[in-house]
């Protein structure tokens, strides 16, 4: 995942382009960067994060760094902004999206003259930089845009830092947002609302879904007005999200409250003696829960953030499972002996929630009850590299239904077991529960997570778990 942060304005604007970015180090944690507009001067920097906040990195740049006009972001994959000259002219870019197209949009740049891409260390070309490729087949950064939303099968938002400005352009379906702020003196663009709250911004408007704005200092211009067709990502109230962030008029922390709120109505003899939630992102969760049954809300372990602050954790399952068991400290006396009712966000490959009521009863948990916020995850996402992986059967869902039902499962068959009234539906999740060593599980219900969020299902991408594109 990634995020990224816009700002035109009529006085230097690097300071508030800087906590701008920082306020997206929960969506990446390996690459950050910035890019500024001054006199005819283009300035950038990019930085490795990978062990070291984004704050901290970039702190002896900003004195370097002065202009009206910048963009910036954070990465979990390619090194941005990137640097450009053109016909267009020299132009700044950053993105947001996934492309699942990219070796037939290569060899199409190879056509039409394109001599070569950079390669990054994971041997894939930098998707940033294949979409000014394709930006630049086109006569103005217009065309440009609305060329890549045309030929992108997957999903790609992006900014486009220029001498007079910067072009937003939000992915053609919206799966990710474009949230516009305005202040005296200017506006920025951004991933997540919360980033402008403390610098004086207020909401000026969501863009819509293909939608292309021209942003300076004085003006918003509409490029391409909005399609009405969205798909925008379920998981970003789910999980993604910052929970101070509001995406389409919907609140992340307040649809979370409710979600939580909508999971407890089908618990309705739960005898449990703690609700907890997973950090960060089941605490909201379970917050909802306890205050609609009474049950006490706990914190039964504590996330350790002075090292370990951001969400997000290394590729490598290894790692990731060690520092999961690592990050979680105990308080013995809320876990020993009672029965513990824990929410997470969602369960993906099934190690960590494992491993952490592994631990809640080693401290001594006499029950662990599961309730996941979401359905269970049975398709890798195809759009924002949510729950991506060399497999789809690196996910514990595709794993369960493989043993139940043999190597070769069909469309068909995969359908009834997203059904929460089947059979097979029933059977995974028990097997789940038993693999998993829950007291028990049961997750939340695709129609009840529509209506946490309080939009309507087909303006909502739910793919990874029924498919629905």
């Known amino acids: 995942m990634s995020g990224f942060f816009g700002v035109a304005n009529k006085e230097n604007c690097v300071l508030d382009l800087f906590f701008g970015v920082d306020y997206h180090s929960h969506l990446g944690t390996r690459r950050g960067g910035m890019a500024v507009y001054d006199n005819g001067v283009f300035s950038r920097a990019i930085h490795n994060i990978e062990n070291t906040p984004f704050r901290t990195k970039f702190d002896k740049d900003l004195d370097k760094f002065s202009g009206k006009y910048g963009i910036g972001c954070i990465s979990d994959n390619e090194p941005q902004p990137l640097l450009l000259k053109s016909h267009l002219g ?9 492309i699942n197209n990219s070796d037939e949009l290569r060899d199409a740049c190879f056509e039409k003259g394109m001599f070569h891409f950079a390669v990054m260390s994971d041997g894939e070309i930098n998707a940033t930089e294949l979409v000014a490729a394709l930006i630049n087949q086109k006569d103005s950064f217009t065309e440009g845009l609305k060329f890549v939303q045309d030929v ?80 925008i990502c379920a998981f970003l109230w789910v999980y993604y999200g910052y929970p101070t962030s509001t995406y389409e008029g919907i609140n992340v922390e307040c649809m979370r409250n409710r979600c939580g709120e909508i999971l407890s109505r089908r618990d309705e003899n739960a005898t449990v003696d703690l609700v907890a939630g997973v950090p960060d992102s089941g605490i909201a969760h379970a917050v909802g829960y306890a205050n609609a049954t009474g049950i006490p809300f706990a914190r039964p372990f504590i996330k350790y953030t002075p090292t370990w602050p951001r969400s997000f954790m290394p590729s490598s399952q ?89 190597n070769r499962v069909s469309e068909e068959t995969l359908k009834e077991y997203t059904n929460p009234d089947s059979e097979k539906y029933a059977n995974m999740c028990e097997e789940i529960r038993r693999r998993s060593n829950f007291t028990s599980l049961r997750y939340h219900r695709l129609d009840d997570m529509i209506e946490s969020i309080g939009m309507d299902k087909c303006k909502l991408c739910t793919y990874c778990w029924d498919k629905s594109e």
């Open 90 to 98: 020299a132009f700044a870019i950053t993105t947001v999206g996934r």
């Open 152 to 231: 992108v099968e997957g999903s790609m938002s992006v900014l486009i830092l220029t001498p007079e400005g910067i072009y937003c352009a939000r992915d053609k379906m919206g799966r990710t947002p474009i949230i516009i702020g305005e202040k005296n003196g200017g506006f920025c663009a951004t991933f997540e609302s919360s980033a402008f709250l403390n610098m004086g911004y207020h909401h000026y408007r969501d863009l819509g879904p293909s939608e292309i704005v021209f942003m300076n200092d004085v003006s918003i211009e509409v490029k391409q007005k909005p399609t009405k067709e969205m798909k």
């Open 318 to 406: 290894s790692q990731r499972s060690v520092i999961a068991k690592m990050k979680l400290i105990p308080v013995q006396e809320l876990i020993k002996d009672k029965s513990l009712l824990l929410i997470d966000d969602s369960i993906v490959r099934g190690t960590q929630l494992g491993e952490t009521t592994d631990f809640l009863y080693d401290s001594g948990a006499k029950e662990v009850h599961v309730r996941p916020a979401c359905p269970p995850i049975m398709f890798g996402c195809k759009y924002l590299n949510f729950s991506r992986s060399s497999s789809e059967m690196d996910l514990i869902t595709r794993r369960t239904i493989q043993k139940l039902e043999g």
